[in-house]
Nanobody, 117 residues
Framework: QVQLVESGGGLVQAGGSLRLSCAAS????????VGWFRQAPGKQRELVGT????????YYADSVKGRFAISRDNAKSTVLLQMDRLKLEDTAVYYC??????????WGQGTQVTVSS
């Protein structure tokens, strides 16, 4: 089992930055790929980006490419989502999830990000 806790959400003006953190506890976190997802009100959950267990590969949705960056520190069991040049449409609850081969089995409770004009 892996337990995940997100933090760092909040209210920010458009064009600003936030850094979300996903802290993990439990067994062998370093074995898992990690994904960041988000869900806006009335919309389906969408994948924001992923980082593999060895930090050799990242993926970003087109909507955030060039603005968001994912990093991880396996020694600290932490994954970060750096969000820059935030837009109104980035407003959502952000979740981190851990899994293997694209199947994300463990999920955090989410953290709210609100971007204002």
């Amino acid at each position: 089992q892996v337990q995940l806790v997100e933090s760092g959400g909040g209210l920010v003006q458009a064009g600003g930055s936030l850094r979300l953190s996903c802290a993990a506890s439990g067994r062998a976190f370093s074995d898992y790929d990690v994904g960041w997802f988000r869900q806006a009100p009335g919309k389906q959950r969408e994948l924001v980006g992923t980082i593999n267990w060895s930090r050799t590969n990242t993926y970003y949705a087109d909507s955030v490419k060039g603005r968001f960056a994912i990093s991880r520190d396996n020694a600290k069991s932490t994954v970060l989502l750096q969000m820059d040049r935030l837009k109104l449409e980035d407003t959502a609850v952000y979740y981190c999830a851990a899994g293997i081969s694209g199947t994300f089995k463990f999920w955090g409770q989410g953290t709210q990000v609100t971007v204002s004009s």
